[in-house]
């Protein structure tokens, strides 16, 4: 099948390798454009480090709207296009463009978690079940009918990072194991119950401190699902410090927020009376490390107050 890819993040490579490794013809692949990396350099999205690997034609607009992004893909003639965090909303003429529709990879179960971070968002409500849905695309976000859905527990192991791996290879065997429906003109279209829809706004630096007063799990979700952006923080000796992973301790009479150097790592106590060992943190302006790394060339003891 001739199929236009739109995609940008790690997310989307593995949908876009899984078309390839299943032999369909990839007429072109959209993605967003390099955007400075370290020391300014322009860095390419991992999409386009993969397109050019197997020497797919790569296209980045800045916008899809207008007339010259619409006439290229009409003129890629794209029997269908499948979009996966692509990082831009589609206008309805550059989705009317293939005659078997426009689908979309959208990392939760919907209709809950639409919008920019449903995998974050879900692990920082505490929520122990995500999934995939594959979908068609709708003029608004992430309203349009689903074709399936594919859901997976998320463990108490899991963090974003993790749980973004596992679901962008649901994603692949969804897409994958539903292309020959679309294709016969046979794949479901249920629409979403609008009276269940949530949305997942996109993360901000603001997120990154840690409320103390908040019950345990709801840290240690804080902290598994800020990473590996904006992460999680806490002050730590005055200065602002990155909190990479943390572990659920016991009972505690400390006051919320009372650090202590402990052999685990550093207990905080939380607002449920209840502490967390934080065992991976990243200094300001250093290098992320154990918690016991950073205690050790403080040279603290255990037992010690440390805010």
């Known amino acids: 099948m001739k199929i236009a890819f739109m995609g940008t993040p790690e997310f989307a490579v593995a949908s876009l390798k899984r078309l390839v490794e299943d032999g369909h013809e990839i007429v072109g692949v959209f993605t967003q454009p390099d955007k400075p990396g370290n020391r300014k350099q322009l860095k390419m999205p991992a999409v386009k480090e993969y397109a050019l690997s197997k020497n797919l034609p790569v296209f980045q607009p800045e916008k899809m709207r207008g007339e010259e992004p619409l006439s290229l893909l009409r003129s890629l003639a794209p029997e269908l296009s499948v979009v996966a965090a692509y990082g831009q909303i589609l206008p309805e003429a550059i989705i009317a463009v293939p005659p078997l529709g426009t689908?979309?990879?959208?990392?939760?179960?919907?209709?809950?978690?639409?919008?920019?971070a449903p995998i974050n968002r879900a692990i920082l409500d505490g929520e122990n079940e995500t999934g995939v849905t594959l979908m068609y695309i709708a003029s608004r976000l992430d309203a349009g009918d689903m074709i399936c859905a594919r859901r997976t527990p998320i463990l108490p192991e899991d963090d974003a990072e993790t749980l973004f791996a596992r679901l962008a290879g649901i994603g692949a065997e969804l897409l994958s194991e539903t292309i020959p429906a679309i294709a016969a003109g046979t794949a479901p279209r249920t629409p979403q119950d609008e009276t269940r829809a949530t949305y997942a706004k996109m993360l901000s630096r603001e997120l990154?401190?840690?409320?103390?007063?908040?019950?345990?799990?709801?840290?240690?979700?804080?902290?598994?699902?800020?990473?590996?952006?904006?992460?999680?923080?806490?002050?730590?000796?005055?200065?602002?410090?990155?909190?990479?992973?943390?572990?659920?301790?016991?009972?505690?009479?400390?006051?919320?927020?009372?650090?202590?150097?402990?052999?685990?790592?550093?207990?905080?106590?939380?607002?449920?009376?209840?502490?967390?060992?934080?065992?991976?943190?990243?200094?300001?302006?250093?290098?992320?490390?154990?918690?016991?790394?950073?205690?050790?060339?403080?040279?603290?003891?255990?037992?010690?107050?440390?805010?």
């Open 103 to 116: 689908v979309n990879i959208h990392a939760s179960l919907l209709p809950k978690y639409r919008g920019a």
């Open 208 to 307: 990154s401190p840690i409320d103390w007063s908040s019950p345990a799990q709801r840290v240690i979700d804080h902290v598994r699902g800020l990473v590996p952006w904006p992460c999680a923080s806490m002050l730590l000796d005055g200065k602002t410090v990155k909190v990479w992973h943390a572990e659920r301790g016991g009972a505690t009479n400390d006051a919320p927020g009372t650090l202590r150097a402990s052999k685990r790592g550093i207990a905080a106590a939380c607002g449920d009376g209840n502490c967390i060992f934080v065992t991976e943190l990243q200094p300001e302006g250093g290098k992320r490390m154990s918690a016991s790394a950073w205690l050790n060339g403080k040279r603290v003891s255990a037992g010690t107050v440390l805010a």
